[in-house]
């Protein structure tokens, strides 16, 4: 077995695992009300399924660093030997879900000395440079390999070196024996799971982990996004945040234009994460509200007559919408690095379903987005937000801009905006984040709002889009609201008081919001990198009245990193229930 130096020494591992700087996010307990509620064969579904998230998170692991698996190993025989060191390191491993990660104040944490972060993560041969990569592939373009070249560029390859060439290797080829055991779990839940609708999807699913077939995971896609009453969730979410490898190929021209001619599109490589729930019937309900608007939405977004989108104006949405109580949460979509995914949309639109006429399905998480401390919650709204705006201020209002959020990412152009390169990810989160904004004053006409949440939601989310540090660009999700910030400050959507608190002036918040969504659209629709990272550049300024409030945010919290705690999941996994 490999020997690895630990990082981090024994008093930062200390501090960072103590309960003032690690966030806690409970899922599920073994004796929860809606697991005892389930019946018995949803149970058992719901111990195979925890038991293939379990082994999605070893496949994730592997995609994200070559060494994970090697240093989990290492950490738990260190372990037994009574090392502190090493027990405290694997708390962290396991709530980042790998050696290296970001935590809240966008540092950089490596748990393991000598072992970085690299562009291509584990998906790339560790020792491939951005210049060699794009010479290597120029090089096959130009030798006929075209076919070759695809299959490197596909978001599903795991890439190899081949002699002076590079290959690449379907993830499910890849990770065959893996796979297998995982669509075996999942066989097995669809024969004990009582809904008939979900089982169908679960054995697609298994189907599609078995064969190295796009096709397979378009119909398994297909049905997951129509399943709306079932009392079971199970996802593999497919989302491609961390390959910062491919998105390079778009600033070489040359390579560009030959890929161009050969109608080859290079899509970053996906990451896979495991949801593993139970649906909230009296939550999902509420979610539903939205999905009568959707075709008008889409009708006003930014130049909607320029391009096709997910949601159509003059048909029913296909956009199925659930609230999750979390049992599980494995490898991409589960991993806590500087933040945790609170809702996903997919699939997203690089996914193959789209184009067979599947629609997009809408999960959202509700054990992450619980307040566990209100105490906290009012020490920071009197650091930050004007006194007289506190009324206005309301935590259930962060999850109505979520569902805004998530819906919005349906709307706009259909086509991927792979020109886009490393700005692309950033674009798109800014676009379903101004979309949730500019829609408010529309929602409330139309009844979805009332004027007191259509305060709500102004106020609350501009007060909630300041962060305790600036991020680095390659977190998308932090990058947006440095850009939004700067963006409704010029043009007067908030104001500092002078006692350095944030006021929102409610009424230009969504007019700017359509502003800046226009903006956004427009660099969707044209696809030019140059102006995308311009835009991105232009905006992502982090200003004195941003650090201002971010010395105030890290006085209130300490936290630097965050873990899940899953109770339910963990027995089940032992066989203890």
Not at 481 to 493: H, I, S
Request: contains cysteine; aromatic residues 8%; charged residues 30%.
């Amino acid at each position: 077995m490999s020997k690895f130096e630990l990082n981090l020494t024994l008093e930062e591992l200390k501090k960072r695992t103590h309960k003032d700087y690690l966030i806690t996010k409970k899922f599920l307990k073994a004796d929860a009300p809606e697991y005892l509620a389930l019946a018995d064969g949803d149970k058992k579904a719901l111990k195979h399924l925890c038991k293939a998230a379990e082994i999605l998170e070893k496949i994730n692991m592997q995609i994200d660093c070559k060494y994970n698996l090697e240093v989990k190993e290492f950490l738990e025989e260190e372990i037994k030997k009574g090392n502190e060191q090493a027990k405290l390191t694997k708390v962290l491993f396991d709530a980042q879900k790998g050696i290296n990660a970001i935590d809240t104040m966008s540092n950089h944490i490596r748990l393991i000395k000598g072992i970085e972060e690299k562009p291509g993560k584990g998906v790339y041969p560790e020792d491939l440079s951005k210049e060699e990569f794009h010479m290597i592939l120029i090089r096959m373009m130009k030798e006929g390999l075209i076919d070759e070249v695809k299959k490197i560029l596909t978001q599903r390859s795991i890439v190899i070196r081949n002699h002076e060439n590079l290959e690449g290797i379907d993830y499910i080829d890849y990770f065959k024996e893996d796979f297998a055991k995982m669509a075996d779990e999942i066989d097995l839940a669809s024969e004990v799971s009582t809904n008939a609708d979900f089982n169908e999807y679960l054995k697609l699913q298994a189907k599609a982990l078995r064969t190295a077939d796009p096709m397979l995971d378009a119909y398994a896609d297909k049905k997951w996004a129509t399943l709306q009453d079932t009392p079971l969730e199970f996802t593999i979410t497919r989302e491609n945040y961390e390959d910062e490898m491919t998105g390079t190929i778009v600033e070489n021209e040359e390579l560009s234009n030959l890929l161009k001619e050969h109608g080859i599109s290079p899509i970053p490589k996906d990451f896979l994460g495991g949801r593993v729930g139970i649906i909230n019937k009296q939550g999902t309900n509420a979610l539903m509200a939205i999905k009568k608007y959707l075709p008008t939405l889409a009708e006003n977004m930014p130049y909607a007559d320029e391009y096709e989108q997910t949601i159509s104006s003059d048909e029913d949405a296909k956009q199925t919408m659930v609230d999750v109580d979390m049992v599980m949460a494995s490898g991409d979509v589960g991993e806590y690095r500087g933040g945790i995914t609170l809702a996903e949309n997919l699939p997203n639109s690089d996914k193959l379903s789209l184009t067979i006429g599947g629609g997009r399905r809408n999960v959202y998480h509700r054990q992450i987005r619980f307040i566990s401390d209100k105490k906290k919650l009012q020490e920071r709204l009197d650091a930050i937000l004007d006194k007289e705006q506190h009324k206005y201020y309301l935590d259930e209002a962060d999850h109505w801009f979520t569902i805004g959020h998530e819906n919005a990412h349906s709307l706009g152009p259909k086509e991927s905006s792979e020109s886009l390169g490393k700005y692309r990810n950033i674009i798109e989160e800014n676009k379903a984040d101004m979309g949730a904004l500019a829609f408010v004053d529309l929602l409330t006409e139309l009844g979805m709002y009332t004027q007191e949440q259509r305060l709500q939601i102004i106020v609350t989310t501009m007060a909630d889009n300041f962060l305790k540090s600036k991020p680095t660009l390659s977190q998308a999700h932090r990058v947006r609201t440095v850009m939004q910030n700067k963006y409704f400050a010029e043009r007067g959507g908030y104001t500092i008081t002078p006692e350095g608190k944030i006021h929102v002036n409610i009424d230009k918040v969504v007019p700017i919001a359509k502003e800046m969504l226009a903006e956004i659209i427009r660099i969707q629709i044209d696809g030019d990198f140059n102006k995308a990272e311009k835009y991105v550049n232009d905006n992502f300024v982090w200003s004195d009245n941003m650090e201002l409030i971010a010395q105030k945010l890290q006085k209130v919290s300490k936290a630097l990193n965050g873990t899940l705690e899953t109770e339910l999941a963990d027995k089940l996994l032992s066989d203890k229930i």
